[in-house]
């Protein structure tokens, strides 16, 4: 059985500009937006277009594009 790594501090909207990463993961982007993970991945699932930001599911999981959450962050999302 696989063991979660806890995170040593969260991440802040600044970390995530600064990283190399494409996808998100759900922890990452609750710490930033002030909630827990698995509220974000439930309304991931079940509303995932009442979070501003899109969401790639992938069977159980649930990843956030790193630039789309930024540009949500920073109010310049583009809805084409």
Avoid: H, W, Y
């Avoid at 996808?23 to 699932?45: E, F, H, Y």
């Avoid at 277009?49 to 992938?58: M, Y």
């Amino acid at each position: 059985m696989r063991r979660k790594k806890k995170l040593a501090s969260k991440c802040t909207l600044e970390d995530l500009k600064e990283s190399e990463l494409e996808l998100l993961v759900p922890q990452m982007v609750a710490d930033v937006l002030g909630t827990s993970a698995k509220t974000l991945i439930q309304t991931a699932r079940n509303a995932p277009d009442s979070l501003g930001f899109p969401v790639i599911k992938i069977g159980k999981r649930v990843r956030i594009p790193r630039r789309a959450f930024i540009d949500f962050m920073l109010g310049s999302s583009k809805k084409e």
